[in-house]
């Protein structure tokens, strides 16, 4: 008994021995010129951008991993990555097939606008020029396969900065399943735009629960994917409720509207591949904001002054509508907003580039009766401005020669009808 024990320690300790001996030959190897060179030049053809390598290393602790440091992708501006660990999957490994198995990320900045171009260098490269044989897919490598898609993720310390250069810094994780979909996830705003957001969301079957905690409110809800009519496409659909959440927080750090906000919200795409999802996505949601105050527009004034208004603000009991989406296209029709002297209803729209076109009508109970007075909504979400239409502005300068004050916004009412009945002699509506 004893001899067999001694035999195991011997075998462990040449076993260990034996992996301390590739792993420095390892590490000697990945810390040579060529072989950084090579990755370098491989990776930024791939990229479409020069990509630049710190420190590469392979480590035995806690998991054994290649990471490389210091790691730069020469885009406009930079993305950058502190630290990025690949632990491979060794009984894959042992059978010929090299997959990885978790993806660590840490301390990185990604830029949107290079993701964008990064993206759009890999769609560029994987259309392949015409008599050019396809390249081998995933799984089909001379050594039994290739899988570079990791199984878990790990982000630590991740920023994201979007195209207004705002940030926000998130710790996440997410496992995959055996068929390529998520399992479940997890994340943490810890600083910058939405700091304080936890969310979660957990495969159960064939659908995705989801709550997320943002506002002082929850957004709740229910995914599925599941596949469409033609080969190869998937169909998503889903259910989502918000609840009590702080409009401000979804729109900081700038606030056009604030109030606690209550919704339902459906949504559908149909896609071959996750990138597609942000062209493809539709939603639709029916909402109502209460104790709202409209930043930056006084509706109020803009009706008693018949003119362009821009600034100050417009306190509101209820707002309520429908918002529809579609990449980054919105639609807000069916408005209704109520306080205790106006009421206004409406339909505007929110180009990709954040213009605002749209129509509102307004009515002072005040002024002793419903006047129906419309706004041509304009400007940006930033900037956004209201002002009389034409038709209605012809109206407002007959109504003031009649009477002062009721008498001008009563003839914006009536002039807008003219300019409607006349088809655009006003110079349009």
Same mark, same amino acid.
């Given at each position: ?43 930024? *053809?791939? &990229? #479409?951008?020069? +990509?630049?390598?710190?420190? %590469?290393? /392979?480590?035995?602790?806690? !998991? @054994?991993?290649? =990471? ?23 009984? *894959?490994? &042992? #059978?010929?097939? +090299?997959?990885?198995?978790? %993806?660590? /990320?840490?301390?990185?900045? !990604? @830029?949107?606008? =290079? ?315």
């Amino acid at each position: 008994m004893v001899r067999i024990v001694k035999w195991l320690v011997a075998a462990a300790a040449l076993g260990v021995l034996l992996l301390g001996g590739v792993a420095m030959a390892l590490q000697q190897w990945l810390r040579t010129d060529d072989f950084r060179s090579r990755i370098e030049r491989d990776a930024s *053809a791939a &990229l #479409g951008a020069p +990509l630049k390598l710190g420190r %590469l290393s /392979v480590d035995l602790w806690p !998991l @054994p991993a290649v =990471a490389a440091d210091d790691v730069r992708l020469l885009t406009r501006p930079p993305l950058t990555i502190g630290r990025v660990e690949a632990r491979p999957g060794w009984v *894959a490994l &042992l #059978g010929g097939r +090299l997959e990885v198995a978790t %993806l660590i /990320v840490r301390k990185a900045v !990604l @830029p949107e606008t =290079a993701i964008a171009f990064v993206g759009a260098a890999m769609q560029k490269k994987a259309k392949a020029p015409a008599g050019r044989a396809a390249p081998k897919q995933a799984g089909q490598g001379e050594r039994g396969g290739t899988s570079l898609m990791p199984r878990r993720a790990v982000l630590d310390e991740v920023t994201w900065i979007d195209a207004k250069g705002l940030r926000a810094t998130v710790n996440a994780e997410m496992d995959l399943g055996g068929d390529g979909l998520l399992d479940a996830a997890t994340f943490d705003v810890v600083q910058g735009r939405f700091f304080g957001t936890k969310g979660s969301i957990r495969r159960q079957g064939s659908q995705w629960p989801l709550r997320i905690d943002i506002g002082g409110g929850q957004i709740t809800g229910n995914l599925q994917v599941q596949p469409g009519k033609a080969a190869g496409v998937l169909l998503l659909v889903g259910l989502i409720s918000t609840d009590k959440v702080e409009i401000a927080a979804l729109t900081a750090p700038q606030k056009p509207l604030t109030g606690k906000l209550q919704a339902q919200t459906t949504l559908r795409a149909e896609f071959r591949e996750f990138g597609q999802l942000a062209d493809v996505l539709k939603t639709e949601t029916r909402f109502t904001v209460r104790d709202a105050v409209l930043q930056k527009i006084d509706l109020q004034k803009a009706v008693q002054t018949i003119g362009l208004s821009r600034g100050g603000t417009t306190p509101l009991d209820t707002l309520a509508g429908t918002v529809t989406t579609q990449g980054k296209a919105v639609h807000l029709t069916h408005l209704v907003a109520t306080s205790g002297m106006l009421t206004a209803t409406g339909n505007v729209s929110i180009a990709a580039d954040k213009a605002l076109s749209g129509r509102v009508n307004v009515d002072l109970t005040a002024t002793g009766g419903a006047m129906g007075v419309p706004l041509a909504v304009g400007g940006t979400t930033d900037d956004p401005s209201v002002m009389l239409t034409r038709g209605a502005m012809v109206g407002a300068a007959l109504g003031t020669l009649v009477a002062p004050g009721a008498g001008t916004a009563a003839g914006a009412s009536v002039g807008n009808r003219i300019g409607d009945a006349l088809g655009g002699l006003f110079g349009g509506k």
